[in-house]
């Protein structure tokens, strides 16, 4: 019995009699309960295993148009076969098991899963149909499978999934081992529609057309398996939700084999068609740990184009040029690149509560490490715990053109945030154990500091053009500040040069009274 939010989801009470080599097996015909609904079984259904064979009797289980049935006569064959028969029966009955709330799967099945010789010589045959079928909430259409043997060490495939915007087919053998080739089978990709894997992603895209299609050839041992084929993407286009930016591949092909997965000028295009290029190849002779020998290149490329409610961690506009090299393994990379940030960036970048700490008593905002607050580099000291990534080695040249805008927002909650403009030359190394270097200069333009104290005062101090950070190679904290913040403000002096004017007539102190012009600096 299986429990749903105090309802009974499953009920299945069955009497079991006899002994291993003669065993009976009978349910409940008065109380049987499948996801949350009373179902119909006859008082006579019975199945018994005697001597190695399973036979059934009235075995059927029903609820208006729906029918599950197992019996040991579903299809024309002399030898001892044993299997289930699904008519009209609804997937979820079988998926509420795994959720109840939002079952990630739903369509109506039809047709024959048998088991032949299950104690001997095991074959086994499936012939059916899933219509309807939707999964993670994204119609799919008409599932089939019909897998046969024909002399007990051949197997037939014949998958397929067609509907409005899929069609692909995977037909093929598969060979008892010592029998030759124990694969051979076809995959086509006649269309796979970006819709349906914009669906499929959830919410991560949107706003999608085009297609992808493609054909792959496998065979060989599965211990060993040879691959050949490509994908296609057929004006596919696709809005990445988080960074609310439209991207479009056209009649861009990967060729795939177990050599490499290559990419011959492999272009995706911006909203405003400039490209980033991939050119060069994907190594997969060690699949699980493959090497990367690929260039980079773009111009104009605009990647992000969001505001705060699309993604509340960054935003804005990030417009760059990048020229570069991807090698090394997947388990240690090597990125080598020219990076330009474009005056028409402007990009914000909000910091989390586990990243900036606003210390009450000194106004101080200090930036610690969110995986390891300890420790600027993060490293395990649990030998244990050894990932199969050993780091990632970055080299780049960074050029930041003029009018380009960075905001920080250091605190959400009382508006505290750095926006700057400016111009730059930087060096920015990672290193394999993780360790960051920065060397260069940045010369600010213009730009602002809000500062909130004690939640009661609210300022803001404009930066002044000729203000600079220097990085020596160290750390990216570790940097020479020459920056001047102004603040203006229209005020009395009066209680400033109390001390002075004390004892003095009036008028002179009326002349202290008065509001003036002042202007704070912080340097």
Do not use: C, H
């Not at 598969?174 to 894997?197: A, C, H, Q, R």
């Not at 203000?467 to 005020?491: C, M, R």
């Amino acid at each position: 019995q299986a429990m749903s939010q105090d309802k009974k989801l499953y009920v299945v009470k069955s009497a079991i009699s006899g002994n291993k080599s003669d065993l009976k097996i009978k349910l409940d015909s008065e109380n049987l309960i499948i996801n949350k609904k009373k179902w119909s079984i006859p008082e006579t259904n019975e199945l018994t295993l005697v001597e190695n064979k399973l036979a059934a009797t009235d075995f059927v289980l029903s609820r208006n148009q729906q029918i599950l049935k197992i019996d040991d006569d579903l299809i024309t064959n002399a030898e001892n076969n044993f299997g289930v028969e699904f008519k009209n029966f609804k997937m979820a009955n079988i998926v509420a098991l795994l959720n109840t709330e939002e079952p990630i799967a739903s369509g109506t099945l039809d047709g024959k899963i048998v088991a032949i010789n299950p104690f001997s010589n095991l074959g086994l045959i499936a012939d059916f149909d899933i219509n309807n079928l939707n999964a993670l909430k994204t119609d799919l259409g008409k599932l089939s499978l019909e897998a046969k043997s024909e002399n007990k060490e051949i197997y037939n495939v014949d998958f397929s999934i067609v509907g409005n915007d899929i069609d692909l087919s995977l037909i093929g053998d598969y060979s008892l081992p010592n029998k030759g080739s124990e694969l051979d089978f076809n995959l086509d990709m006649n269309k796979v529609g970006m819709k349906t894997i914009a669906s499929l992603s959830g919410e991560n895209l949107d706003e999608a057309t085009g297609n992808i299609s493609g054909k792959i050839k496998l065979n060989g041992a599965p211990s060993d398996p040879q691959y050949e084929g490509f994908i296609m993407f057929n004006d596919a286009v696709f809005n990445v939700t988080q960074l609310s930016q439209t991207f479009r591949l056209t009649n861009d092909k990967i060729k795939i084999d177990n050599s490499a997965i290559t990419l011959n000028n492999f272009s995706v295009q911006d909203s405003s068609m400039n490209n980033l290029t991939l050119d060069g190849s994907i190594l997969t002779e060690n699949i699980t740990d493959p090497k990367f020998d690929l260039k980079i290149k773009s111009k104009n490329f605009q990647a992000v184009n969001s505001t705060v409610k699309d993604n509340d961690v960054f935003y804005g506009s990030m417009n760059f040029d990048i020229n570069g090299t991807i090698l090394g393994k997947l388990s240690a990379p090597k990125v080598n690149v020219k990076l330009g940030i474009n005056e028409s960036t402007d990009f914000t970048y909000i910091l989390q509560d586990s990243q900036a700490k606003l210390e009450k008593i000194d106004g101080v905002v200090q930036f610690v490490n969110k995986e390891d607050p300890d420790n600027i580099i993060t490293r395990s000291n649990d030998s244990a715990n050894v990932a199969v990534f050993g780091g990632i080695e970055l080299s780049a040249r960074l050029n930041i053109q003029k009018n380009a805008k960075f905001n920080v927002v250091i605190n959400p909650n009382t508006g505290d945030k750095l926006d700057v403009t400016g111009t730059g030359d930087l060096d920015l190394n990672i290193k394999k154990n993780g360790l960051i270097t920065l060397s260069g200069r940045y010369d600010i333009d213009n730009g602002s500091y809000s500062l909130t104290l004690y939640n009661v005062v609210k300022r803001k101090f404009d930066l002044e053009p000729g203000s600079s950070i220097v990085w020596n190679g160290g750390s990216p904290t570790d940097a020479d500040l020459n920056v001047t913040a102004k603040y203006d403000i229209e005020t009395s002096s009066a209680a400033l040069m109390a001390s002075q004017v004390s004892g003095s007539s009036d008028e002179v102190k009326n002349k202290y009274r008065q509001k003036l012009p002042f202007f704070v600096y912080l340097n």
